[in-house]
């Protein structure tokens, strides 16, 4: 009995998306079981080749499919009131531009935040991350950027940390200052920049309030050397970083995250074959967000042949936000990374799977149902995984595990 495994929860008769690399496309395994003890998966594999298991319960999937808990690897999840009748206004004809000039925009979010109580912040923030998770969505990345003052920034990194405390989902949270220029720098966004280095960063990394922290480097947010200079403050912190990047002009900011070995550039809707070559050289996850394509008419793509050409992992994420993106739904973006950016239905579910995992450094935890990572795995009513893809709106979600645990729906 010296090689007879001592189990949590055994799922038993069921089909595995694990998600791995290796082996069948999707890492698909037919006729699998799953062993799980302490929260990680123990073994899991096709049936006949399952070591002898001792478990305190078992589960009988009936033959449907296991896949890993899906993950949201960007959102600004943490933000106060909504700007709909912006959308009316520019339906009917009214520029970004001019409705900015009225006081809207993302500094009508910045007002809204700065004005919300820690508390209100929560409530909102848990009604979108229930709405995730009754998806499948196991992991969020939560990024600030809608305060642009200090006391702002921090409180609602705050409330993004204390999602965990209350719903059984695991949150990457990211520091995200340099989003946009507050109006009282309208004319100093060197001057706003010292003042996310020298005071926001210093009290972020103290309050052990970001995993990682993300800068907005465009025309329209900051420049490549602004960027620099967040980058080399975070790094001095020990602080992984992101970006905002070549999402509506190509400012060669990839090439810059990559010089910083960067977990993840985001949009990249211009990004050229340099950048590309960069980032694959530096392990850096380029993530998709057709959401924001789809609701901006985007018409430039990302460089999708050459990301292949390159072998650079591709994650989707829902991009949730008030003003660019107002999608809280990850699945929907499988489908529209196929249908706009001619991926894969494969390449799509990995992209909000393993490669979302390696886009917040989490790989080695998540992503895949692999012996070692945590027991994120979820029961689905379909045929196939490339099912998830194809069907817009019907919900094929049976069961969820969170950390080997049961969630009830």
């Known amino acids: 009995m010296a090689d ?76 106060a009131g909504n700007r709909a009748d912006e959308f009316e206004q520019r339906l009917q004809g009214v520029s970004y531009a001019d409705i900015a000039r009225q006081g809207g925009g993302i500094r009508r979010t910045v007002q809204a935040t700065r004005e919300a109580s820690e508390e209100a912040l929560l409530a909102l923030t848990l009604k979108r991350a229930r709405t995730l998770m009754g998806q499948g969505v196991s992991c969020i990345e939560i990024k600030s ?29 990211t520091f995200l200052g340099a989003h946009a220029l507050p109006a009282e720098y309208q004319d100093d966004a060197d001057g706003y920049i010292d003042l996310v280095c020298n005071e926001m960063l210093p ?27 967040v980058f080399a403050a975070a790094q001095n912190l020990g602080l992984p970083v992101k970006l905002h ?44 967000l057709p959401g924001a394509f789809y609701y901006l008419k985007e018409t ?33 973006m499988l489908n529209m990374a196929c249908t706009l950016f001619a991926l894969t239905p494969e390449e799509a579910l990995r992209g909000i ?5 390696k886009a917040l450094g989490e790989a080695e935890h998540m992503g895949s149902i692999e012996t070692g990572k945590l ?27 969170h950390q080997g645990r049961m969630l009830t729906r």
């Open 4 to 79: 007879t495994l001592h189990a949590d929860l055994l799922l038993t008769n069921a089909h595995l998306a694990t998600m791995s690399p290796a082996g069948e496309p999707y890492g698909i395994i037919r006729d699998a079981s799953v062993a799980i003890a302490e929260g990680r998966i123990l073994w899991a594999g096709k049936i006949t080749e399952q070591p002898a298991v001792i478990a305190k319960a078992e589960h009988d999937c009936q033959g449907q499919w296991l896949l890993p808990g899906l993950i949201d690897c960007h959102t600004h999840l943490v933000f």
């Open 145 to 173: 950027g809608y305060g642009l003052d200090t006391d702002t920034e921090l409180k609602m990194l705050r409330v993004a940390r204390q999602v965990e405390q209350h719903l059984p989902v695991t949150v990457r949270t």
């Open 203 to 229: 009290q972020v990394k103290a309050e052990n309030l970001a995993d990682a922290v993300d800068v907005f480097c465009e025309s329209i947010g900051f420049s490549r050397e602004q960027t620099h200079k």
């Open 245 to 288: 990047a070549e999402q509506l002009s190509n400012l060669g900011g990839s090439e810059l995250a990559a010089s910083f070995n960067a977990l993840s550039v985001d949009h990249i809707e211009y990004l050229d074959e340099a950048g590309v070559s960069a980032i694959a050289k530096s392990g850096t996850v380029a993530t998709l």
């Open 300 to 332: 430039q793509k990302p460089p999708i042949e050459l990301l292949r050409k390159y072998r650079v992992p591709m994650a989707l994420a829902t991009d949730f936000n008030p003003g660019s993106s107002p999608v809280c739904n990850l699945p929907l």
């Open 353 to 357: 799977t393993i490669n979302a995992a």
């Open 375 to 401: 027991a994120n795995i979820l029961q689905m009513d379909i045929s196939h995984p490339n099912q998830l893809s194809y069907e817009i709106g019907i919900n094929p979600l049976n069961r969820v595990w």
